[in-house]
């Protein structure tokens, strides 16, 4: 599915330039604009990113599925 129409470029073309960027061991953060140059293209109206921000997010943590959740911390009650 197309995501960005300014670049005409799809939600898989993203989830692959955010996964190079996080497998490159000297690569930089995944950010909309990294992202972007990455591709060699440059945002040009930014509608569009929530949703890039959205998937390159979304790749990110599905790297990490196995690992369960850290439990929530307890609130601890006042005691009189």
Partial sequence: M??????????KQLRE???????D????VPTPGAVFRHLGCRP???SCFPSVIDIIHEKGSE???????A?????RMASR
Avoid: H
């Fill in 63 to 69: 790297v990490g599925k196995d690992v369960e959740p």
């Fill in 44 to 46: 040009r109206c930014g």
């Fill in 17 to 23: 330039a955010a996964e190079e960027m996080r497998a």
């Fill in 2 to 11: 197309i995501i960005c129409s300014c670049n005409v470029l799809s939600d």
């Fill in 71 to 75: 439990p929530a911390p307890q609130k």
């Fill in 25 to 28: 061991p000297n690569g930089k």
